[in-house]
């Protein structure tokens, strides 16, 4: 390995028949196109395989550089993200925060308008590439307006971003809107529960609880988060707060159906709690929905007449990730690069309708209809983008493009709808009627 190294340096540092190539650090230029950030005096590459030199014939072999030397480009800085650790939601997921990973690639691609921040069509630009810059996402491009690829937060039509909102440390694991309360409330990886005020988008209250939400939603005025081995119950009008004991390990995924809450734990057992008039515990353990043999990571309630097991799925190759029930469907997301559609059959049967083909595994689903009625869904991808489908179609409407993997979506009123990521990022859009 040694040796290999050595040959590595000789070939890259030592000079060519005796000469240093015209740049700091020896050998020749592999292009004959001048260095732009030499021009600026700020290269640090050593060697650069561009050309240091004000050379006149070099600056001609590029049209640009020809017009203006040295260019100018703007450094556009961006605050809204803060850097942080990111964990995995199960093992099956692949942890985005290794050493090596430097942010999304330009390899996404969908059709886009961008437009001036007042909205102005009259101004707005075509983009030649329409894929996101991964060094704007970082807030380090050196391009500015001559970077040929996308500096925005999404892209498509009808959809707009309302803000960011940060101060979660680790992933975001769950999202709800409480009834009647003018609170959005988010669930972290970080031990803490957040309490943002809908009007003016500042955190209002921070909940530490001590460990790791793996899960969180919200019934009428309960606020269920699941952690390990317990679920907590909080009222947020009466302030009453309860410990449901009995699940083993970390609590993925929650959902209240006909008065029952059902958690699935990472032992693959699914507890059921009911409620009761009890005042001193208003939820009493019914039973355990035992089948699965590894994490339960998502939930959705379709028929609940027994609590039985009625049949099993197996079209999927890989660990499912979210469940959407959807008028009379069931669509299903996993890491095996699919979204599913299943139907009943006259038979009684569920079987696969339709099955939607992604690049990279799906994360989250989520459902809504814009305003002009249309159906919209919405899925979460773990290269770190969220496509916007058009149903049943399937044709792809926007794309919003993220630092870090989308992990949570959650529907609000008004067409609104809300992103979480694996740094701790909250994002709040809303659908807006396409254009004609």
Known sequence: IQQTHNQRERSFFTPINGRAGGRVGGGRPTSKVVCVYFLEGRCNRNPCRFAHTESSSLLLSNPKLAKKSPPSYNRLKNNLWVSSGSEDRIPHVRNRENPGYTGPKNSSSAS?????????????????????????????????????????????EGLTMLAKLEGHEKAVSGIALPLRSDKLLSG??????????????????????????????????????????????????????????????????????????????????????????N???????????????????????????????????????????????????????????TIKVWFATGGGNVEAAYTHKEDHGVLALAGLNDPDGKPVLIGACNDNTVHLYELPSFMERGRIFSKHEVRVIEIGPDNLFFTGDGAGMLGVWKLLAKPS
């Open 112 to 156: 886009s308008t961008v437009s001036d921040e007042s909205g102005d069509k009259s101004t707005s630009k075509k983009t030649t590439l329409k894929n996101v810059c991964c060094h704007w996402l970082l807030g380090n491009c050196v391009r500015g307006d001559e970077c040929r690829f996308l500096h925005s937060w999404f892209c498509g």
């Open 279 to 337: 005042t001193q515990n208003p939820f009493q353990l019914a039973t355990s929905l035992r089948g699965h043999t590894r994490p339960v990571t998502c939930l959705a309630v379709w028929e609940l007449d027994t609590l039985e097991p009625v049949m099993t799925l197996n079209d999927h190759t890989n660990a499912p990730m979210s469940l959407l029930c959807w008028d009379q469907f069931l669509l299903s997301c996993s890491l095996d690069h």
């Open 188 to 277: 972290s990886r970080d031990g803490t529960v957040r309490l943002w005020d809908c009007n003016t988008g500042q955190c209002a209250s921070v909940i530490n609880l001590g460990a790791g939400v793996g899960s969180l939603i919200c019934e009428g005025p309960w606020v269920f988060t699941g952690m390990p081995n317990v679920v907590k119950a909080w009222n947020i009008e009466s302030l009453a707060e309860f410990s449901l004991d009995g699940p083993v390990g970390e609590v993925y995924s929650m959902v209240v159906a006909n008065e029952m809450l059902f958690a699935g734990a990472q032992d693959g057992n699914i507890l059921v709690w009911k409620g009761s008039p």
